[in-house]
């Protein structure tokens, strides 16, 4: 399985992003994707996953802000950021796995919000 992850870039606070993963292989549609970010020295966090069933869970810090989703013909799945904010600066990655863990990664896209 590769993933491969686009869309990251420079905007500024209070604008929109849309990040996108597109998967190799035939796992995609049975498998839980999510978007993760981290910053240098801290911890990978969730921020959004999205089971094959559609069920969908944020960061709280993301709520109301960022929609996962997924289209399982093309074997991607997206994050859509709305109202960026600095503290939302990072390297995001996805994530393919279940809901216990990840078990491939995709390479990070930055991301940079400035104010």
């Known amino acids: 399985v590769q993933l491969q992850a686009s869309g990251g870039g420079l905007v500024q606070a209070g604008g929109s992003l849309r990040l996108s993963c597109a998967a190799s292989g035939s796992l995609f549609s049975i498998r839980t994707m999510g978007w993760y970010r981290q910053a240098p020295g801290k911890q990978r966090e969730l921020v959004a996953r999205?089971?094959?069933?559609?069920?969908?869970n944020y960061a709280d810090s993301v709520k109301g802000r960022f929609t996962i989703s997924r289209d399982n013909a093309k074997n991607t799945v997206y994050l859509q950021m709305n109202s960026l904010q600095p503290e939302d600066t990072d390297v995001y990655y996805c994530?393919?796995?279940?809901?216990?863990?990840?078990?491939?990664w995709g390479q990070g896209t930055q991301v940079t919000v400035s104010s």
């Open positions: 999205i089971t094959s069933s559609g069920w969908v």
């Open positions: 994530g393919m796995g279940t809901v216990r863990g990840v078990d491939y």
